[in-house]
């Protein structure tokens, strides 16, 4: 329902961001990574989730596109909800996110307050699986190379195995990576990605 909001960053706490758009404030759950982002008066853009339940309804905004679509994959998980999605994204970047999962990293997302070894393991296995079986329909994956082949292509290949956590699919993300340094970390091919994505 709403893209995103713009307008006067009017009040700011530990979990929440008020922007008043056309007279209107609308109260925003957000990550402790957006709010590092933010300042008191400025003119914010922030990306929205509404989320719908019986007995009420909540914005989430985020400052970044690839935060808000790392929020939506997490929430996505059985027994993953907006808390834990916020929790993990107040500790961890989306590359983070990524690169832990491609990694069966459950300790890293541990570390998020609030989730534990249980939820932590059904992202990793979800999300996993997922990829995997957006993986074996993919037509427009990279070429199925040889391990010397891949080995040339350095980092590349891990990096495109992690976005794909977060639900980008080769073509979406090769010609992108294609222009890096394959030798660049994982994490950092993730993150220039991720941004340029952003910008999309």
Known sequence: MFYSVRGKLIHMDSSTAVVECGGVGYNCQTT???????????????????????????????SAKTELETFKTLIGVSGVG?????????????????????TDDIKTITRAQGVGKKIAQRIVLELKDKLAKSLSSEDTSLPSASAAANAAMGNIPKAIEALGVLGYSPADVSGILATMDSALPVEQLIAHTLRQMGRQ
């Open 32 to 62: 402790m990574n957006t709010l590092k982002n933010l300042r008191l008066g400025d003119e914010v853009t922030l990306y929205t989730y509404l989320n719908v339940r019986e007995d009420a309804m909540e914005l989430f905004g985020f």
């Open 82 to 102: 907006p808390k834990a999605g916020l929790a993990i994204l107040s500790e961890l970047s989306p590359e983070q996110v990524a690169m832990a999962i491609a």
